[in-house]
């Protein structure tokens, strides 16, 4: 162990990393809102690029958070790993057992990525966490320490309310139209969503917008893509946005609402920490998905979280103290 007065014994690390990135920073035990360093590199979700490469990310964000902080690489106090992808237990002890391997942190923690969401903006962990990004994830626990989970079974069996969702039912409402011919007496505004998304492909038709979909790298990003201009075109009118905006909202407030049962968070005002660009992205998707709890009964305080590696800092704080 080293010795506390050591300036690394000072310091702590949280990595979030994902399908697409991995984010690590450094900063003080004592102040950890104080962020000395911030790195960033690929992919780490060791389900979808294997463990190794998942290391790999990992291990250069971290070494770039050390530059940035101009600092030279060394153990710290205590690190938290959030990773997508990191769910068995058996992924979480060999990410763990490589950290240790490297000298990394005297603590190491590796933890699924959407539990950072919530310790972002709840220090006791109690509360909901909701993220729709490309994908979609419930998370909460409560103050007797239960925990429990709703949706995140991936766009073949799941993933309402999510970036994929809101674009394939763009995309189905575009064939739909082609199906029928069009539809007598549409106006201006109903045709906006179509406009958009043939503009974003640079398609001529929606026959065209299928085949540029199915010719992409990957269809199911391609169509995630799509759900900003859906959010676009219902501020704008268009009535087919606004009624796909209206059903992502409500299928976002159901899995919330299950959690809320379940937990017992339907009795009283309760933090609901969201994430994920279809939320932290669209100021009518957070209002829509607030009326939509309300009807349902449920008092949730919305707080936004930019920076899941925030929940990830946090919890390394806290394992640092606790030794």
């Not at 310091?11 to 990393?17: A, C, K, M, P, S």
């Not at 320490?145 to 999510?162: F, K, N, Q, V």
Request: with cysteine; hydrophobic share 45%; net charge negative.
């Amino acid at each position: 162990m080293e010795d506390r007065g050591d300036a690394s014994s000072q310091l702590v690390l949280g990595v979030d990393g994902g399908g697409t990135k991995t984010v690590c920073w450094i900063a003080s035990l004592e102040r950890a809102t104080s962020i000395l360093g911030r790195g960033r590199s690929g992919a780490s979700n060791p389900r979808a690029v294997g463990l190794a490469a998942a290391c790999d990310a990992i291990d250069g964000a971290i070494a770039k958070a050390f530059d940035d902080a101009s600092l030279d690489r060394r153990p710290v106090a205590a690190s938290t790993f959030g990773l997508a992808g990191a769910g068995p237990a058996e992924i979480q002890d060999a990410i763990a057992a490589w950290a240790h391997g490297q000298r990394i942190a005297e603590h190491v923690c590796v933890v699924p990525d959407f539990e950072l969401v919530l310790a972002a903006v709840a220090p006791d962990g109690v509360g909901v966490g909701l993220i729709a990004g490309t994908g979609s994830l419930a998370f909460g626990r409560n103050a007797r320490g239960e925990t429990a989970r709703a949706g995140g079974w991936g766009y073949l069996l799941g993933d309402e309310g999510s970036g994929f969702a809101i674009g394939r039912a763009a995309v189905c409402e575009m064939i739909e139209r082609l199906e029928s011919a069009g539809r007598a007496g549409e106006s201006g505004h109903e045709q906006l969503l179509e406009q958009l998304v043939l503009g974003h492909f640079d398609a001529a038709d929606t026959a065209q917008l299928v085949r540029a979909i199915y010719a992409a790298d990957d269809p199911r990003f391609a169509i995630a893509h799509i759900a900003r201009l859906v959010v676009q075109a219902a501020v704008r009118g268009d009535p087919s946005a606004r009624g796909i905006v209206q059903k992502t909202a409500d299928d976002l407030a159901r899995l919330v609402h299950r959690l809320a049962q379940r937990l017992g968070f339907d009795q009283g005002e309760f933090p609901l920490a969201v994430a994920g660009g279809v939320l932290t992205g669209s100021d009518t998707i957070r209002a829509a998905l607030r009326e939509s709890l309300r009807e349902r009964d449920l008092v949730a305080r919305i707080e936004i979280v930019h920076e899941p590696v925030v929940g990830a800092i946090a919890l390394a704080a806290q394992s640092a103290c606790r030794k």
